[in-house]
């Protein structure tokens, strides 16, 4: 997956990561603005998970963000749901 891709169209993939990470506000997502590591930081704080477990459910999910994806990712997390 290229992680590029997504960066250069990060205003359309927001939504795509809201549905997924429902505790992630607008905010949220325009202080990303794309940038992977902005991104497992922000999954970080808002979930309480490690860097590791952050950057596998980018990893995890980041093709089916790029396809559409499904309601329910690879990570186990459910659409709009939190820990």
Not at 31 to 49: C, D, P, T, V
Request: aromatic share 8%; hydrophobic share 30%; net charge neutral.
């Amino acid at each position: 997956m290229n992680w590029d891709r997504i960066a250069g169209n990060w205003t359309q993939f927001k939504a795509k990561v809201r549905e997924q990470w429902g505790e992630l506000t607008n905010d949220h997502s325009d202080a990303i603005n794309g940038r992977r590591e902005m991104f497992a930081r922000k999954l970080q704080k808002q979930y309480g998970i490690i860097k590791e477990e952050a950057e596998r459910e980018i990893k995890d999910s980041s093709a089916l963000l790029e396809d559409g994806g499904n309601e329910e990712y690879a990570s186990g997390r459910k659409t709009g749901s939190s820990r």
